[in-house]
């Protein structure tokens, strides 16, 4: 049996999230759900004055998770076997791209906040199950790159119909 050390493995598996059943991704998707949608019922998001903050949240989870999938991701595939359901680090990643694209007219009430944030959620998870191209494409690829890319396009898709969702709105 493949060993990898225990805080390869707390990455890749977004703190064990990964073992969850059913649905091992919609697990690992929820961390940064819970980290963002507080932020922005206190005003720390889209259109207001600590943007930023949120921004660099996201975006260093989103690195920390990412580079986990591309450094760690042949040793997880190794254990596990191809693009394996224990690894939800991608889903983490992921779902902080759609959460980063959430428009500022999307946040401007509670009621409104809570539904953008639960758009990001559904439409990532939408998009990261049915992996529309390029998404399903990407799995093709061996190792990490081909754990994680999938779920780039699939928060980016998702982010980008949360922009048109907004637009028509």
């Not at 660099?56 to 595939?77: K, M, R």
């Not at 998870?125 to 990407?138: Q, S, V």
Request: net charge negative; charged share 10%.
């Amino acid at each position: 049996m493949i060993t990898m050390s225990r805080p390869s493995e707390m990455l890749l598996t977004t703190g064990g999230l990964g073992y969850m059943r059913p649905a091992s991704g919609t697990w690992g998707s929820l961390p940064p759900i819970i980290i963002a949608y507080p932020m922005l019922l206190l005003g720390i998001g889209p259109g207001h004055d600590l943007a930023w903050v949120y921004y660099l949240v996201l975006a260093l989870i989103f690195i920390i998770y990412s580079g986990a999938c591309v450094l760690l991701g042949h040793e997880a595939e190794a254990k596990w076997g191809k693009d394996p359901s224990e690894v939800v680090a991608d889903e983490t990643a992921g779902q902080c791209l759609t959460l980063m694209m959430i428009p500022a007219g999307m946040c401007s009430c509670t009621l409104t906040t809570m539904g953008a944030v639960m758009g990001a959620f559904f439409l990532f998870r939408g998009f990261d199950i049915l992996k529309p191209w390029p998404a399903g494409a990407m799995q093709k690829i061996a190792g990490g790159w081909g754990i994680l890319l999938d779920d780039i396009f699939a928060g980016i898709m998702a982010g980008i119909a949360l922009i048109i969702l907004n637009v028509i709105n």
